[in-house]
Every structure is written in structure tokens, then in C-alpha cells.
């Protein structure tokens, strides 16, 4: 008899994070569902790069629980760790790509480092990923010589390159043009659901992530302020949720970070 799979691919509860004394999230719980794209969203410092961090193992919550495919993430040793990882793919914000590879050979990577391919049959599944993003006629390329937009589809090509359950992107939009943002959000959508993968999207960009996003948390001070499907929170009349879909300069969030009165480092208090 087979087992059945869980609903959620990953599944958050009560997390909390602090580096040192500095609380970054606090009694956090998120549900990841296969095959959706889910957009995590919240202004800068909010904690979102740390949720990625926490799910990739890299950071260890000091309480609470990461459960990925039902693995506790923040209870496996080394050797369960790297397993893991190898069905996760992961965008860095600006790509990071390796400067002195070639785009084929930037792809080629972690084929080369996670597996025991035949030479030949990594030059065909690289050619694959590549073409998938439309870049296969610039594999022999380096990175300095593609376009910021280009650079990201090679980055995302990397990234599946393994076709693994869980792809995260940290930032996928940010410093694209207009046609280029447009381009990798339909690429995150379309490989998402041809590798019937779960996708988590770290972001700001409200209008190219509700287009394709099926789920969406905001964290606003290390908490979950909001979450509901695109059209749920497009209606919302929460405050934050407000500021941040209208990009009012005005709301919860302030302009000023808490400090002491002005006044007070001045040395003009009485």
C-alpha cells in the first residue's frame, strides 16, 4: 500500500529566528503547496531572505519547526542536509553567477557536482535547460558578455538544472527592465508548473508576482501581517497590505527607523 503525500510540501510552525539578541521572525507558521507559486512579500528587513535561509537549512531556528516533504530541515545532520538539497534549486538575487564559466558551464555545475552524468548527457541536459529559457544560442558566452535580463535566465536555467521539488527565488525581478521582468515571471510560472515543482518567490514586485503567484504571505516585523490568494489580498482593506499593493508613502510602515529623539543626539535635550 502506498503512503500518502502530504498536502503541503512544506509546512512552517512557530518559528522563531533572532541573530543574537535581534528578533527576526516570530511565531511564523506557512504552508507551501505542491505544484503552487508562492510570493513572500514585505519590506526590506522583514525577514523574508532569513525564511529562505531557514528552509535550506543554512540557519537554524531557536524554536519552532521546518518540515520539508515531512524532514525536519533544523534536525538533519550533514549527510541528510546535502541529500535535501539536492531537490532544491535555488535563484540568487542578481543571479551569482560564476564570472570565469561560460553560461553552458555555469549550468553544468551542479550536474557535474551532484551527479555521476556521462559528460555527454550533462552537454544534452544542459542544452535542454537552456533552451527552456531561450538561451541555448549563447552557451558559450560569459557572464560579462550577456545582458543583466540574460544573466537572470541563466541563473534560472542553473536552477532547474537538477529538476528539483522546490525552486526559491530571492529577489527574481529586482534591477530588470520592464520586457525582462515580464519574461522571468512567465519563466517562473511555465517551468513551475512543467516540473510540477513548488516555487517560493521572494519579492517586492506586487503587480508581476500577483499575476502569477496562487498563494501570498506579507511579513511585516518578523510576522505574518496577511496571506490569501492574489485576489483576496488585492481587495483587502488592511492597512499594511494597503500600503504596500498601492505604494503609499504613507500607512504603518514609517519612513523613520525607531530611534531615540532627535533632539537627544543632538545633545539638545534638556
Not at 168 to 181: C, K, N, R, T, V
Not at 229 to 241: E, I, M, N, R, Y
Request: proline letters at 6%; glycine letters at 10%.
Amino acid at each position: 500500500m502506498s503512503i500518502a503525500q502530504p498536502t503541503f510540501l512544506i509546512e512552517i510552525e512557530d518559528l522563531n529566528f533572532a541573530y543574537g539578541t535581534r528578533a527576526i521572525l516570530s511565531g511564523v507558521k506557512m504552508r507551501f503547496g505542491r505544484r503552487q507559486v508562492v510570493a513572500v512579500m514585505g519590506t526590506s528587513g522583514s525577514g523574508k531572505t532569513t525564511l529562505l535561509r531557514l528552509i535550506g537549512g543554512l540557519i537554524r531556528p531557536q524554536s519552532g519547526s521546518v518540515l520539508v516533504a515531512g524532514l525536519p530541515v533544523h534536525e538533519l545532520d550533514k549527510a541528510g542536509l546535502y541529500a535535501l538539497r539536492r531537490k532544491m534549486g535555488m535563484l540568487f538575487q542578481f543571479g551569482a553567477l560564476f564570472t570565469d564559466l561560460s553560461v553552458f558551464d555555469n549550468v553544468a555545475f551542479p550536474l557535474r557536482e551532484h551527479t555521476d552524468l556521462p559528460e555527454i548527457l550533462i552537454r544534452d541536459l544542459v542544452f535542454m535547460k537552456l533552451e527552456a529559457v531561450g538561451l541555448r544560442g549563447a552557451h558559450a558566452m560569459r557572464p560579462a558578455e550577456i545582458s543583466g535580463g540574460m544573466a537572470r535566465r541563466v541563473a534560472l536555467a542553473r536552477s532547474i538544472a537538477l529538476d528539483p521539488q522546490i525552486i526559491m527565488y530571492d529577489e527574481p525581478f529586482a534591477g530588470l527592465d520592464p520586457i525582462s521582468l515580464g519574461v522571468t515571471a512567465n519563466l517562473i510560472k511555465r517551468l513551475n508548473d512543467a516540473l510540477g515543482a513548488t516555487s517560493i518567490m521572494v519579492t517586492h514586485e506586487v503587480q508581476q508576482s500577483f499575476a502569477i503567484a496562487d498563494y501570498v504571505y506579507f511579513i511585516s516585523q518578523g510576522k505574518v501581517a496577511a496571506e490569501g490568494t492574489p485576489s483576496d489580498l488585492t481587495a483587502s482593506t488592511d492597512p499594511f497590505v494597503r500600503q504596500f499593493i498601492d505604494a503609499a508613502p504613507d500607512g504603518p510602515v514609517g519612513f523613520q527607523y525607531p530611534a531615540a529623539p532627535y533632539a537627544t543626539d543632538l545633545g539638545l535635550a534638556p
